[in-house]
């Protein structure tokens, strides 16, 4: 037994071949967007494929709540500023979602002036955060109303925190963020949908104030407040002029950087579909647009170059259709800008003034003349709505974004009418596995390509002979396997794929489970799908393969991007696996038995393919519902393992009928937050349900220890 040395024992370096395939994917699309940018020719062209990629992003959105339910706005202080005042605001965006914001309303207001929706950045102290403050206090003093608003996670929105110790349990704001995301994705939306919502709703709440005139409301944050001005420029048209900083650039030049985002920044399918970040500057065609960037940003310049520049091209098109119908020059093109500040990522003194003054001009009617100076802000917890300083202690038994989301999953998850007869059987089970496939991303993937294995060591190690495989699964994708022979001379009865966590390299450290199977007169083969074991993926950025923001998340986030997933296409490696073994000689029933991670690709290759002759499923969790309802899940639990909408379709227990009858066997399964599960409870949980629903036929049952 011996894992493989370096570069699968010499032979190929495979440790690119992930990210590879997944921007050859990207690139294809990137190509095919790129011709239909050219092909437009009109206007009509532009607003038809403008349509098609909202409709594309809402849908990765999950929908927006449709009611616009009561805001009951509650004023609990105001500050007197000197040449305005500063309101603290909190409205429920939601029944009992609260949202707190602050409102500066200049003052000696004669007539309705201009609003501004500031959205903002990852910073903990979110409206409070001096820099924020600060454009808040320009637009304020240069005559406009501001409502600079708390995100989710950030400022006084804690969504994981306990207000009786005063502690965040999950944080700071970024991995809240994706911490909350994750189960969102799994139902088939994105958290960001909360964030458009809350902004929506400062935008109901702006047109309620008789200072603000509701025809010229504008849109400005940074960072993760220009992901959420992007977000919102797609999906609400009230707004008369908008200036996202930061945060703008093109799709392909982000894939190339190994950067991750957080939950709210990654849009299913936008590499695929759109949009790309032309398409939400576009989004607001023709109105005025200036996009703020850094010229040192992590975020690359080019990229925001690349996507001004398109942006251009759309608004050419109103400029030359309505030159035309005017007999003069419209100067549409100029509405759409791109600003650099000579400065690392922020947003700076530089684009406060420019934003200030891109407001004053379009919003005003004024010249941009303003120069920003050193607004004096306030102590953040000077800014503070409620109490103390968290709407979970303010207002307790308030709703979370977890909370709105298991609501959602409750009120979408598809229904299980029993299985009464053999045909509804048949048709679940086979209506099923096209689900599955399409689900996982992989309905598309070719297995028909014939298989050519390299056998690049054979070697007996302590009385066990041992052979060594590599073979390309899909184009360009190595996977390779360690096949170990039984130490006896007969003939092995059976071979099992086994599916460690760590693939390959987890071999010496799982000596004494795989002898136990050879004693039994198996052959076992160690199997690596792409990216794990000899095959890992290389770091893509400076972060562990499995932290936060690391790379399995990064690749899992691009996948979701392109509308496959990384869990889909390595349980399709799997299944080359098992095509592989079919096509040896040495023949015999070929079983699957999966650890931890492992587990989970047993279940859904064995659900997928009935030439597993048993499927065994190890220290893997159960239910994808049960990671979703509880709000503490394990940490463990990430992209490599999400499906975007799985739970729209299924759960883990609506696939028995794709593994039945043949064998299956869970040994100590695992809750959501990564416990075993005692006996009783998995019963109560799994095979209960799997047989009010009718999935357990012809007294077939999985096996359970």
């Not at 003939?491 to 760590?502: G, K, M, N, P, W």
């Not at 279940?603 to 239910?623: I, M, N, R």
Request: with cysteine; hydrophobic share 40%; net charge neutral.
């Amino acid at each position: 037994m011996l894992p493989f040395s370096s570069h699968v024992n010499g032979y190929h370096d495979a440790s690119d071949q992930v990210v590879h395939d997944l921007r050859r994917r990207a690139e294809a699309h990137f190509r095919q967007q790129e011709a239909e940018r050219a092909a437009l020719k009109s206007v009509a062209e532009f607003e038809a494929r403008r349509g098609r990629i909202r409709a594309s992003f809402l849908e990765a959105m999950g929908g927006l709540p449709e009611e616009r339910t009561p805001l009951n706005p509650v004023c609990t202080g105001k500050i007197d500023r000197g040449r305005y005042v500063v309101e603290k605001i909190v409205y429920e965006s939601l029944p009992e979602f609260y949202v707190t914001a602050a409102l500066y309303v200049p003052k000696e207001i004669e007539r309705p002036r201009p609003g501004v929706l500031f959205v903002c950045g990852h910073s903990e102290e979110g409206k409070a955060y001096p820099v924020y403050q600060a454009v808040a206090v320009d637009l304020a003093e240069n005559g406009f109303v501001v409502l600079a608003v708390d995100p989710p996670g950030q400022g006084e929105r804690f969504q994981y925190f306990d207000p009786e110790t005063g502690q965040r349990i999950v944080g700071g704001c970024t991995v809240e963020h994706t911490y909350a995301g994750i189960p969102y994705m799994l139902a088939g939306a994105s958290v960001g949908r909360q964030f458009i919502h809350d902004g929506i709703r400062g935008v109901d709440y702006l047109t309620t104030r008789p200072e603000v005139d509701a025809s010229r409301i504008g849109l400005t944050g940074n960072s993760g407040g220009g992901t959420q001005a992007c977000l919102l420029m797609m999906s609400e048209p009230r707004f008369a002029a908008a200036a996202p900083c930061t945060f703008v650039m093109t799709l392909e030049s982000y894939l190339k950087t190994g950067q991750a985002q957080d939950a709210e920044q990654i849009v299913r399918g936008c590499m695929a579909f759109g949009p790309d970040h032309d398409d939400f500057l576009t989004a607001m065609a023709p109105k005025p647009v200036l996009v703020g960037a850094a010229a040192y940003d992590f975020f690359p310049i080019e990229g925001a170059m690349e996507a001004v520049r398109r942006a251009k091209a759309v608004y050419g098109l109103y400029g030359r259709e309505g030159g035309r119908r005017s007999g003069e020059s419209s100067g549409v093109e100029e509405r759409v800008d791109l600003h650099v500040a000579p400065t690392r990522h922020a947003y700076s003194p530089f684009l406060r003034e420019a934003t200030v003054n891109w407001f004053r001009r379009h919003l005003m009617g004024e010249p941009g003349n303003f120069r920003t100076g050193k607004p004096e802000t306030l102590p953040p917890a000077e800014l503070n709505c409620t109490p103390k300083g968290q709407v979970l202690d303010a207002y307790r038994g308030s709703r979370t974004v977890f909370d709105l989301n298991r609501a959602r999953i409750e009120r979408d998850t598809p229904k299980r009418p029993p299985l009464r007869h053999q045909a509804g059987y048949d048709a679940h089970r086979a209506d099923m596995r096209i689900t599955l496939l399409n689900t996982l991303g992989i309905a598309d993937e070719l297995r028909s390509a014939p298989i050519h294995p390299r056998l690049i060591r054979e070697e007996v190690v302590e009385g066990y002979p041992v052979e060594q495989v590599f073979f390309f699964s899909a184009p360009d994708i190595v996977v390779t396997g360690a096949m170990i022979h039984p130490r006896t001379a007969a003939s092995a009865t059976r071979t099992d794929l086994v599916l460690f966590e760590r693939g390959t390299n987890a071999i010496p450290e799982q000596r004494n489970f795989l002898e136990g199977l050879l004693r039994e007169g198996r052959r076992v083969f160690v199997f690596d799908p792409r990216g794990i074991g000899a095959v890992e993926a290389r770091p893509v950025n400076p972060r562990g393969l499995k932290d936060n923001y690391g790379t399995e998340y990064k690749l899992g986030c691009d996948a979701l991007m392109l509308g496959v997933s990384t869990l889909g296409l390595r349980v399709f490696d799997v299944l080359r696996g098992l095509d592989y073994l079919k096509g040896r000689a040495d023949g015999g029933p070929i079983g699957v038995h999966g650890i931890g991670f492992g587990g989970l690709l047993a279940y859904l290759a064995g659900a997928l393919d009935d030439g597993w002759s048993d499927v065994t499923v190890e220290d893997a969790f159960y239910s994808y519902r049960e990671v979703a309802e509880t709000r503490y899940y394990t940490r463990t639990f990430g992209m490599r393992e999400v499906a975007w909408g799985l739970l729209r379709r299924f759960d883990l227990v609506d696939l028995l009928p794709c593994l039945a009858p043949r064998p299956l066997r869970f040994i100590s399964p695992r809750d959501a937050c990564g416990n075993r599960v005692p006996m009783e409870a998995f019963r109560t949980r799994f095979l209960d349900v799997a047989k009010e629903a009718g999935y357990l036929r012809d007294g077939w049952m999985p096996e359970a220890g």
